[in-house]
């Protein structure tokens, strides 16, 4: 049984590249979630999807940002216009259920703006 | 609003205990513990659902107090393993989990 996996782990870009990341969640999970989390702190909710639709937005989440997940398996993250304030380690979890279930997360793709 | 976690963080010698407790001023359907290693995912501990029940695996357990909003991780005869950074994530509408800002605990030889 995997994981939820992500790629890149690692990305490095220059102020006003656009970005995306990919998040593969544990096979059969209905539920995916986006979070940002920087040194020191406990991981922030962006988005999350109830199979292909987006049911939740964070306030965190600019216009800049977009999510998808078009066919309610695998999901990806834009950001647009990148700005140094963007740099975090991003965050996937899967989970399976309606509601108060658990949540699994992924090694996460940690984001370097220079 | 973000749980408050305290304390801040905590140095144990290998075989000691440590209380880690959560607040939160929402009324709450859940409380997710994880606990992190530098550079790695949040891991999955344990899952409180309303309703008090206490839960626990090994030497690592945990109660939810639904009336006062407050959950607590117990973890007794600590190993080295047990080091990293402690979330609660609370689930108070929606699928959304809110977290504290870790406490972090050291556990030496």
């Known amino acids: 049984d995997t994981g939820v996996s992500q790629n890149p782990r690692h990305k490095i870009t220059k102020r006003g590249q656009n970005v995306t990341f990919r998040c593969d969640p544990i096979s059969e999970h209905n539920r995916l979630y986006w979070y940002r989390q920087t040194l020191g702190q406990g991981p922030e909710f962006l988005t999350y999807?109830?199979?292909?639709?987006?049911?939740?937005k964070s306030r965190l989440l600019s216009d800049r940002f977009s999510a998808e997940r078009p066919k309610g398996s695998f999901s990806t993250l834009e950001i647009q216009r990148t700005e140094q304030g963007d740099s975090a380690m991003y965050l996937c979890?899967?989970?399976f259920g309606l509601g108060q279930e658990t949540q699994y997360f992924g090694p996460g793709t940690r984001l370097l703006v220079l | 609003q973000q749980p408050v976690q305290s304390p801040q963080a905590v140095i144990l010698r290998e075989g000691e205990d440590a209380v880690i407790n959560c607040s939160s001023s929402?009324?709450?359907?859940?409380v997710h513990w994880y606990r992190q290693k530098h550079g790695e995912a949040p891991v999955f501990l344990m899952i409180?659902?309303?309703?008090?029940e206490q839960k626990g695996h090994e030497k690592i357990s945990a109660s939810f107090n639904e009336k006062k909003q407050q959950s607590s991780l117990y973890l007794t005869a600590s190993q080295l393993s047990y080091s990293g950074t402690y979330f609660c994530g609370t689930e108070a509408s929606g699928s959304r989990l809110t977290f504290g800002e870790g406490t972090q605990l050291t556990v030496n030889p």
């Open positions: 999807f109830q199979n292909e639709a987006q049911l939740e």
């Open positions: 929402k009324a709450l359907y859940s």
């Open positions: 409180l659902l309303k309703g008090g």
């Open positions: 979890a899967s989970s």
